[in-house]
């Protein structure tokens, strides 16, 4: 090329180094957890709206952080470990972070996207979107691509109908469910997958392609998911040929493929898989037919992952026959809660992975018998949970301590439709969302039950706390830090004195203004009184003071005519 020709001959003889731009750091991303105050970050969405605030307990009122109209045109998503926030808009995905503000990071394309979900790690985004078809006979075409958050850059896309990314191969819209990739091994981000038809489709994030450059093979698999720490996945396959081969759940090692353990099952109607959060144990609860076929028991089959051979326990209920309304790991712990009962008001049992004598028993704690609560939601930090009864029940709430085994406060928020625990476990905030009209906005409560304070805003759709990422700490400093908490708490102690002395100054002043304001009022009517002493003294007939003690009351008599009136009366004189 002539350009090439042009281009070497203007290289010169002498050579020079390069200049090297100096390096410019980037926003520290995590500014935010270095708050002094230790506060957590909440993001709220009402009308056109998206406001970000501190979570500001002490003063007993959430402080703005952040607020733009028109901000993302259905929802905003926190990324798992809260460094980023993403938006949603016609043209694609936005994430935003920053250190005192929120700055676009990056932009994803992807035109009319619907639904956003991000690896558990942060390194990718994953984002859906259906379109319409131009003849009205084709199905809708789905089409799923996934970002490298930090360069914007599409790893790999995926185009089909709503049957290629339908769960377990069932037709229609309906049958997508979100998120269609599961992201496992915790959070490196290694592993990603999805069900199709006899298949579960492993892919490994290194080269975005098939471990193996071939699918899981598992024939008419139902359902699966990922342990939260492990690369290990559990997955259910139903009953074939009519019962003549049992159901089954297994346990398979990734990128091995090694079935680790498995469970059959008889007679089945359904099946769920729970896994704690610790990925610990798995939690599978097993629907099954009687004999006659006429009604349903329910019972648990309890693995216990990190122990040899994975052992597994079987758990029924005292009362075979009651109804599972929902089940609940502890997070980080060993226990787990039960809502079960045909009555209005059912029956919470709770449960323990470890017996006082024997650590590989399953034993129950307690059972509270007739509670108004149909959901559960466990502290992040364990020990601490809400027994809450949503929908029907119109948002009864029952703070519970399982150490102790005690109500810490029973309270209500009325039509409640959300409830979330803060990252720490500190503060949960429970919402009501416009699917009803009335009573928008969110209220604040201590992990013990006390309100601390309310937001009420109209046209309220969402209400989510910012996470945070696992603690530096190691668990032996974890474990010294709780031994020697009192020393630690002094300084915050001070510091809640401080706040609690400004604020007593503060409703000091306020008071103090309102007696100024009141003093003034009075001066104001007594200069006015001053003012019509001569009046007041001409109406008086000249007497001057305006002490009543001085005046002698005397009853007088004044009769007045009022009114004169003539009759003629006729008057006929008899005859004598």
């Known amino acids: ?32 957890l270095m708050d002094e105050k230790a506060r957590d970050q909440l993001v709220i969405r009402s009308g056109s709206d998206t406001e970000v605030f501190w979570n500001d307990a002490r003063h007993l009122k959430p402080e703005p952080v952040y607020k733009r109209p028109f901000w993302t045109e259905s929802y905003v998503h926190w990324s798992p470990l809260g460094t980023y926030l993403a938006t949603i808009h016609r043209q694609g995905a936005a994430v935003w972070g920053g250190a005192g503000t929120f700055n676009r990071l990056m932009r994803f394309a992807h035109p009319q996207v619907k639904l956003i979900d991000f690896s558990p790690g942060e390194k990718y985004l994953v984002t859906y979107s259906s379109h319409e078809p131009s003849n009205p006979r084709d199905a809708n075409r789905i089409v799923i691509n996934i970002f490298d958050v930090r360069t914007g850059k599409v790893m790999r896309d995926f185009k089909g109908s709503p049957d290629d990314f339908a769960i377990g191969g069932t037709g229609g819209v309906a049958g997508v469910s979100w998120p269609v990739f599961r992201w496992g091994g915790g959070k490196d981000d290694k592993y990603f997958s999805r069900m199709g038809k006899n298949v579960i489709s492993v892919y490994e994030t290194e080269t975005f392609s098939l471990i193996d450059k071939k699918s899981l093979k598992v024939e008419n698999v139902m359902d ?51 896994w704690q959060s610790n990925g610990d144990y798995l939690a599978v609860k097993v629907d099954r037919y009687t004999k006659t076929k006429k009604s349903i028991y329910t019972g648990f089959e309890l693995f216990r992952i990190k122990e040899r051979d994975i052992p597994i326990e079987v758990l029924e209920l005292e009362n075979k026959n009651d109804k599972i309304i929902a089940f609940a790991w502890e997070p980080k712990g060993h226990r787990f809660a039960v809502i079960h009962g045909d009555n209005p008001r059912p029956d919470i049992s709770f449960y323990s992975m470890r017996s006082t004598h024997n650590s590989g028993r399953v034993s129950k704690l307690t059972t509270l018998k007739g509670k108004q609560a149909n959901a559960l939601f466990w502290s992040p930090s364990g020990r601490f949970i809400i027994l809450a009864g949503l929908k029907g029940f119109n948002g009864q709430l029952e703070f519970y301590n399982v150490d102790e085994l005690e109500t810490m406060a029973t309270a209500e928020h009325f039509m409640a439709t959300d ?69 630690y708490s002094k300084k915050y102690e001070a510091e809640d004195q401080d706040v609690s002395m400004l604020l007593s100054e503060q409703d000091r002043e306020k008071r103090r203004m309102l007696k100024e304001e009141w003093e003034k009022w009075v001066n104001e009517w007594k200069k006015l009184h001053e003012e019509e002493k001569q009046l007041r003294q001409k109406l008086r007939d000249g007497e001057a003071s305006d002490e009543e003690e001085e005046y002698e009351a005397k009853e007088v008599e004044v009769e007045e005519v009022l009114d004169v009136s003539e009759e003629i009366l006729s008057v006929d004189f008899g005859q004598e």
């Not at 281009?7 to 100096?22: I, L, T, Y």
């Not at 559990?234 to 680790?260: T, Y």
């Open 224 to 274: 699966f998911c990922w342990s939260p720490t492990d690369p290990i996945i559990a997955l259910f396959v139903p009953e074939l040929g009519g019962g003549n081969q049992p159901a089954r759940v297994s346990l398979v090692q990734i990128p091995s493929k090694e079935e680790l353990r498995q469970k059959n099952l008889f007679s089945v109607s359904d099946c769920k898989m729970y």
């Open 419 to 487: 409830i979330e625990w803060d990252p720490t476990g500190r503060y949960v905030a429970t919402a009501v969302t416009s699917v009803h009209e009335m009573e928008n906005g969110f209220n604040i409560w201590s992990f013990n039950g006390k309100l601390l304070y309310r937001v009420l805003k109209d046209h309220f759709f969402q209400f989510a706390w910012r996470p945070r990422p696992p603690s530096l700490l190691s668990a032996e400093k974890e474990e010294e830090i709780a031994k020697n908490l009192k020393k």
């Open 1 to 32: 090329m002539f350009e090439d020709f042009d281009r070497f001959m203007k290289v010169p003889d002498e050579w020079a180094p390069p200049e090297s731009n100096p390096y410019t750091p980037g926003e520290n991303l995590q500014q935010w």
